[in-house]
């Protein structure tokens, strides 16, 4: 089993590199740390209480903006070799970063692979901590970047990958849906059925529920598309605001996750929720996100453009 220690980036493609990076800076409140040719790198992570912070957590490049991929980290980053040999050995064909691709995502080594959607996923070795704090152009009171929403063609199938080639574990249910942690964070992953693979949302904390509902009002006056919230989850306990990003990436501000404790991990049962939409927010915000809601809404939402 591959035992993966932390979620650490999300790189996506963009037609418009710049109003990307006006976006990720100037809404969001990412820090950019660096820009380099095609690429722009944002760091969200502050340092406290977090045992330092990722080089970087979000990568915007010049590219197609359907073209996502998701990096993790090892427990230990000794096991790489072990690691792609286990995924070759369950079909899932390796592919190892070459010095300048290392370079670029601040890494030691790397390798890349599809999950059985066609996401595309990298696990990295040694990657780089920084000592700086980030001092981003919009104080969102972010603390660290902490999940995102894969998209999945198959739920079950997909949980089913995550739970036993990888040390994922279910921590909630909506409908066929896991919620899945690989650390104690409630969820590192959270699987959205949909038609096509890649990431559905990125998710960053904030301080505390004054940032979410700061940026609400923030958001408003800018005339950010705010698609569901604010909110609470009653899966993770988060208190949450989704809005649009550039090429429709949907973005998250949330506070308070739920930790399961590892002493608790054997006695920890996930729970099941129906897919409707209060098991989604317990306080009654209703989301405008297709994936939210049940399949025949979708369909119809589809069918009418
Ligand atoms: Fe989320």
């Known amino acids: 089993m591959i035992d993966l220690y932390d979620i650490r980036y999300v790189r996506i493609g963009t037609s418009n590199l710049s109003h990307a990076i006006e976006y990720a800076t100037r809404i969001v409140g990412l820090q950019l740390a660096r820009r380099e040719g095609k690429y722009a790198y944002f760091r969200s992570d502050n340092a406290a209480g977090r045992g330092g912070a990722r080089d970087h957590t979000l990568v915007y490049f010049e590219g197609d903006p359907t073209d996502h991929a998701v990096g993790f980290d090892l427990r230990s980053a000794s096991e790489l070799d072990k690691v792609a040999a286990q995924l070759e050995k369950a079909g899932h064909p390796v592919q190892y970063g070459s010095r300048e691709q290392c370079e670029m995502r601040a890494v030691e080594a790397f390798i890349a692979f599809r999950d059985p959607s066609g996401n595309k996923i990298e696990i990295v070795a040694k990657p780089f901590q920084t000592g700086e704090r980030p001092f981003p152009a919009r104080d969102a009171g972010i603390t660290h970047f902490s999940h995102i929403g894969l998209r999945t063609l198959d739920a079950k199938r997909d ?138 809404d979708a369909e119809r939402a589809r069918s009418a453009h």
């Not at 958001?219 to 988060?238: A, N």
Request: net charge neutral; aromatic share 14%.
């Open 159 to 296: 949980e089913l990958f995550w739970t036993t080639a990888m040390n994922a574990r279910v921590s909630d249910w909506i409908g066929d849906a896991a919620l899945l942690r690989i650390n104690t964070v409630h969820h590192s992953l959270a699987l959205f059925p949909s038609r096509y693979p890649g990431v559905q949302h990125i998710n960053h904390q904030v301080r505390d529920i004054d940032d979410v509902m700061r940026s609400y009002y923030f958001l408003q006056e800018k005339g950010v598309k705010m698609v569901f919230g604010p909110g609470r989850h009653p899966t993770s306990s988060t208190c949450f605001l989704y809005f649009e990003g550039p090429d429709r990436m949907v973005y998250e501000y949330s506070v308070g996750v739920k930790h399961i404790d590892p002493k608790d991990e054997e006695s920890y049962r996930p729970r099941r929720f129906p897919f409707a939409p209060e098991s989604f927010c317990m306080w009654g915000s209703r989301p405008d996100i297709p994936e939210f809601r049940k399949e025949s």
